[in-house]
Every structure is written in structure tokens, then in C-alpha cells.
């Protein structure tokens, strides 16, 4: 499958609008386009819509707007967490920290392997997310600077109940 960029649609651009020079339809589609890139990293939904052909393009998830403000201030919370952690430069004691749901709190007390959980390096961060109720810490060994990480078939026998 061939990857295409904008540069392939520029053709298709200046013919529909021959009175205005190439240099300035680059730099309007370049920036519309930049535009997009940064309301998606923001987590904006993009509803752009053709009244003439009735055409109607979405960029975005799905979501009623209790979910999009719920997500939007966990994201601006997370951020301000580890800026905060990031600008005060508290070193790192080397402990991760998870939380788990009622529900999987007791499958793992039955079985002590989780197929996938994501640890945080910050407490604070761990505890953003509304739904978990038990928080757990573990003592990895550092592979570099991550702000969290993703374990698999992690077996939970050395690590630390905290609440």
C-alpha cells in the first residue's frame, strides 16, 4: 500500500483554484494540515463538512461530552503531574505503581499473573483514573526514562499492596 502526503494532492489543489499562486496553496494546505496534526494530539474531535456536494468528514472518536470532558481533564491533570514532577526534579526511587479495578483485584487474588498492565512512575498519575481502587507498587530495574510502561503476563507475587 503506497503511503501518500500531501504533496500528491497538490495537483488536484491548483487546478481548482488557478488565480492563486502555488506557493500560497502550499502554505495554506500546509498549515490546515499542521492545524489538524495539532487539535488531534490535543484530543479535539475535527468535523469538517461540504454544504455544496453534501460531504462530511469526522476525525476523532466517538464520544458523548460527559466522556470528552472526563477524558480531556484526566490528560490536562497527567500533564501537569509530571511537569510539576519534571521541574522540581524529584529523583526517581525506581518503584512503578498500578492500579486495578474491584473486578480485577479478584481474579488476581485467585490468580497472581495479569495479562497486561500498564505501571506508572508517578503515584499521583496511578491514582488519576477514577475506576481503580487498589494501588499496587514494584520495584523494576530502570531501562531508560519512562513516564509509564506496559507490562505483560506479569506476575504480581513481589509486589507491594499500598491501598
Given amino acids: 500500500m503506497k503511503q ?3 504533496k500528491d494532492y497538490l495537483d488536484k489543489v491548483y487546478d481548482e483554484f488557478p488565480d492563486v499562486d502555488k506557493a500560497s ?6 498549515h490546515g494540515l499542521s492545524r489538524i496534526g495539532i487539535f488531534r494530539l490535543n484530543c479535539m474531535d475535527i468535523f469538517l463538512y461540504n454544504n455544496m456536494e453534501q460531504l462530511y468528514y469526522y476525525f476523532g472518536e466517538v464520544m458523548l461530552k460527559e466522556d470528552r470532558f472526563k477524558l480531556r481533564k484526566a490528560i490536562k491533570l497527567r500533564t501537569k503531574i509530571r511537569l510539576i514532577y519534571k521541574l522540581a526534579k524529584v529523583p526517581h526511587d525506581g518503584y512503578y505503581y498500578f492500579g486495578l479495578t474491584e473486578e480485577e483485584y479478584q481474579k488476581q487474588k485467585d490468580k497472581p499473573i495479569i495479562d497486561e498492565v500498564k505501571v506508572y ?3 499521583e498519575e496511578c491514582k488519576i483514573y477514577r475506576l481503580r481502587k487498589h494501588f499496587f507498587r514494584v520495584k523494576l530495574e530502570e531501562e531508560g ?6 507490562l505483560t503476563n506479569y506476575e504480581t507475587t513481589n509486589t507491594e499492596y499500598i491501598s
Fill in 145 to 150: 526514562y519512562y513516564w509509564q510502561r506496559t
Fill in 121 to 123: 512512575r508517578i503515584y
Fill in 4 to 6: 501518500t502526503t500531501y
Fill in 25 to 30: 496553496v502550499r502554505m495554506i494546505v500546509r
